[in-house]
C-alpha cells in the first residue's frame, strides 16, 4: 500500500495526533491540544508508527514528506 493511502486509513483521533506529530508538537502539546492524557497520545503514536511501517518520528515525517 502507498503511504498516503495509509494515511487515509487512520481514525479520525489518529489523524489529529498524526497532524499534530507533523507540526512538531510533543507529547504534552498533543495531549493539550487534544484534551486527552498523554498516556493516550504515546497509544496514538504507537499505532501510527505500525500503520505507517516507522520508528521514530523523524522517520514518519520524512516518509510524509516524500509522498507530498
Known amino acids: 500500500r502507498r503511504l498516503s493511502e495509509k494515511r487515509t486509513t487512520l481514525p479520525p483521533m489518529q489523524r489529529r495526533v498524526y497532524d499534530a506529530l507533523c507540526r512538531g508538537l510533543s507529547n504534552a ?9 498523554e498516556f493516550t497520545v504515546r497509544n496514538h503514536i504507537k499505532l501510527i508508527f505500525k500503520a505507517y511501517r516507522v520508528n521514530s518520528r523523524a522517520e514518519l515525517i520524512v516518509k510524509s514528506q516524500a509522498r507530498r
Open 29 to 37: 502539546e498533543i495531549a493539550r491540544e487534544l484534551g486527552r492524557s
